[in-house]
Every structure is written in C-alpha cells, then in structure tokens.
C-alpha cells in the first residue's frame, strides 16, 4: 500500500470523486476497498481537506478530462446490478459507482427509469477538450521556440544577397 494520509487519500478523491476507485489506486485490495474507502472518505481530516482543496483552486483541464473519460468509457455495472435487484440496501446504493446517471425516477406501476449520460457527447466533448489541449501545446511549444531563437543568431534566417542587411548584426 502507498503512502495512505489523509491528504493524499483527499486529493485524489477531489478529482475521482468515488472511494472505491480511490482506494485502489491507493493499493487497497479490491476486496476491502469499497468500505476502506467509505470509511477514508467519511473522516473528519479527508472532509477538511477536500473542503480545502475545493476552495482552493477551480478545475483544471485533466480533472474535466478526467471526469469525460470516466462518462465516456466508464461501467454501467452498478446500476444495473441495482435496477434489477427487488430492494436494494442502503449499504448497495452507497457503495455503487453511480457517475454515469443523469437521472433516476420512479415511474407509475412501481417501476424505475434510470438515465445515463450521453457517452457520444462525453466522446465528442473529450475530442475537443484534446484537441484544444493539443493546440494549445503546439501553441507553447512555437513561443519556446521563438524565445529561444531570439537569443541565438538569426543571421541565417535572412536571404542571401540582400543589399539592406549588414553582414553582421550589431551587438
């Protein structure tokens, strides 16, 4: 197991936002991760962090990536595992990993309706928050490359021949 503080438990559910996950990633076993979790994320030092770290900064471009993926590529098991349980406990609802549900009703006669996120909008929105990423990066990488060519000689950068240009630029 890592180095399990609470801190470190704190922020990485600020960004999961699911205990089970958490805590395995943390190396908790699979097998005890969904109570170890639930009772890391209940503690009064993990409450006081993520209300820290919640306040502290607004989120970045990886937790929203982050929270797409999971929309878009992330198991609907839980809930269906609870659609077609007769009464689920308390304790089964708790320990679901619900992130992909939009909405829950119930409807006359007894039943459930159960919405999902999109996960064509989560794909497509994922594509343009990467592509936004990815021009962004090219964006950078052409100001470093201009910052250092502005130190570096530039004399080869001019045409030859041209009358105008001192054969060597003043210091």
Do not use: W
Not at 37 to 44: D, I, L, Q, S, V
Not at 158 to 166: C, E, F
């Amino acid at each position: 197991m890592k180095n399990l503080t609470t801190k470190t438990f704190a922020q990485l559910y600020a960004r999961l936002r699911n205990s089970f996950e958490t805590a395995v990633r943390l190396g908790i076993p699979p097998s005890k991760a969904k109570t170890e979790g639930e009772r890391m994320a209940n503690t009064p030092g993990v409450q006081k962090s993520l209300r820290s770290i919640e306040s502290s900064a607004p989120y970045s471009f990886s937790e929203v990536r982050a929270g797409l993926a999971r929309l878009a590529f992330g198991s609907v098991n839980d809930a269906v595992s609870l659609i077609f349980s007769d009464q689920p406990t308390p304790y089964a609802i708790a320990h679901s990993d619900l992130f992909n549900i939009s909405e829950i009703k119930r409807v006359k006669g007894g039943g459930v309706e159960v919405k999902f996120f999109d996960r064509q909008k989560a794909l497509e929105k994922l594509l343009e928050l990467d592509d936004k990423l990815q021009s962004d990066s090219k964006a950078d990488d052409f100001l470093s490359a201009v910052c250092r060519t502005s130190d570096e000689d530039i004399s080869y950068m001019l045409k030859d021949g041209d009358d105008d240009v001192p054969e060597e630029m003043p210091e």
